[in-house]
């Protein structure tokens, strides 16, 4: 049974950092393409991060510089390390993987891209 499931959440001051966990269980993702979304409220779920089969990372510009996507060698955890966050980056995130390996151009990005996902951990930035 596939299963993703996201840790590692929380509340932050403005400038703070977190670091999310996912764990990824029941298939094998050494060939899959991995990414973290965050959907704010009242908002569409957007990719944040991404890092295909080969290693390659991707991110969108809001947080270049300030998060980082990594996986582990045995590709069953994935994770996001955030850091200076802001209070734009409060969101719901959530971890995905597919079957495919990486995709073209930005449909990373793209919710309907992935079949796999977690359920989510609340990151919450506020003075």
């Known amino acids: 049974q596939v299963e993703l499931r996201e840790s590692g959440g929380g509340s932050v001051l403005p400038g703070g950092f977190l670091r999310l966990t996912c764990t990824l269980s029941?298939?094998?993702?050494?060939?899959?393409?991995m990414a973290w979304f965050r959907q704010r409220p009242g908002n569409e779920g957007g990719g944040v991060a991404a890092?295909?089969?080969?290693?390659?990372?991707f991110y969108v510009d809001s947080v270049k510089g300030r998060f980082t996507i990594s996986k582990d060698s045995g590709e069953n955890h994935l994770y996001l390390q955030m850091d200076n966050l802001q209070p734009e980056d409060t969101a719901m995130y959530y971890c995905?993987?597919?079957?495919?390996?990486?995709?073209?151009?930005?449909?990373?990005?793209?919710?309907?891209?992935?079949?796999?996902w977690g359920r989510g951990t609340q990151v919450t930035v506020a003075t």
């Open positions: 890092i295909d089969s080969d290693g390659t990372t």
């Open positions: 029941g298939h094998s993702y050494k060939d899959s393409i």
């Open positions: 995905a993987a597919d079957h495919r390996e990486c995709f073209p151009g930005i449909l990373w990005r793209v919710v309907g891209s992935f079949v796999f």
